[in-house]
T-cell receptor, first 113, second 117 residues
Framework: SQKIEQNSEALNIQEGKTATLTCNYT??????LQWYRQDPGRGPVFLLL?????KEKRKERLKVTFDTTLKQSLFHITASQPADSATYLC????????????FGKGTRLHILP | NAGVTQTPKFQVLKTGQSMTLQCAQD?????MSWYRQDPGMGLRLIHY???????DQGEVPNGYNVSRSTTEDFPLRLLSAAPSQTSVYFC????????????????FGQGTRLTVV
């Protein structure tokens, strides 16, 4: 069956360090993968999109990698700040490349001052 | 530019009651979708639409109906509410040039917190 796994429910990182979140998938062949941030009581907010033919994407302190061989995406926040504390979700399109966008369960990131 | 607007923000229903969750977007997006979010379960896709007049089922469609008569609106109907439908519901929209991974970022509404007693 198809699965998306974000392998940490919660992650504690010291301020200033790099936070690395993982998204693994099985039985999918996504054309792209997205990362979102969600704060308590709010809807998810888009951060980055990476396509299957791209290895890496950057935006300010954020970096995403996409390895279609390993079926894995890594999301990095460098020089982390307490304001980066939130839940981060990965999302991708389904196996047959139809129009369903499926989300992982998310990782709660806590940046400790 | 309001983005994606969901109403109501909060709702309490009795078991068996029906209601419609409203979702409207003003970005002329073709693609719209409904998700429910439960603790430990993440966002699960209920129904989605790739354009006016076209809808399809997601991962957890049972107990919900949708329609898409206009590009802007995508209401979600609960015909006979059950306690298992207690959840936070999110509507999202994105620009789509049509299939095969051509969608871009999704914009989400603020959510509707629904409790069924």
């Amino acid at each position: 069956s198809q699965k998306i796994e974000q392998n940490s429910e919660a992650l504690n990182i010291q301020e200033g360090k790099t936070a690395t979140l993982t998204c693994n998938y099985t039985n999918y062949s996504p054309a792209y993968l997205q990362w979102y941030r969600q704060d308590p009581g709010r809807g998810p907010v888009f951060l980055l999109l990476i396509r299957e033919n791209e290895k890496e994407k950057r935006k300010e302190r954020l970096k995403v990698t996409f390895d279609t061989t390993l079926k894995q995406s890594l999301f990095h926040i460098t020089a982390s700040q307490p304001a980066d504390s939130a839940t981060y979700l990965c999302a991708l399109d389904a196996t047959d490349r139809d129009d369903k966008i499926i989300f992982g369960k998310g990782t709660r990131l806590h940046i400790l001052p | 530019n309001a983005g994606v607007t969901q109403t109501p923000k909060f709702q309490v229903l009795k078991t068996g009651q029906s209601m419609t969750l409203q979702c409207a977007q003003d970005m002329n997006h073709e693609y719209m979708s409904w998700y429910r979010q439960d603790p430990g379960m993440g966002l699960r896709l209920i129904h989605y639409s790739v354009g006016a007049g076209i809808t399809d089922q997601g991962e957890v469609p049972n107990g919900y109906n949708v329609s898409r008569s206009t590009t802007e609106d995508f209401p979600l109907r609960l015909l006979s509410a059950a306690p298992s439908q207690t959840s936070v519901y999110f509507c999202a929209s994105s620009y789509s040039r049509g299939g095969q991974g051509s969608k871009t970022e999704a914009f989400f509404g603020q959510g509707t917190r629904l409790t069924v007693v």
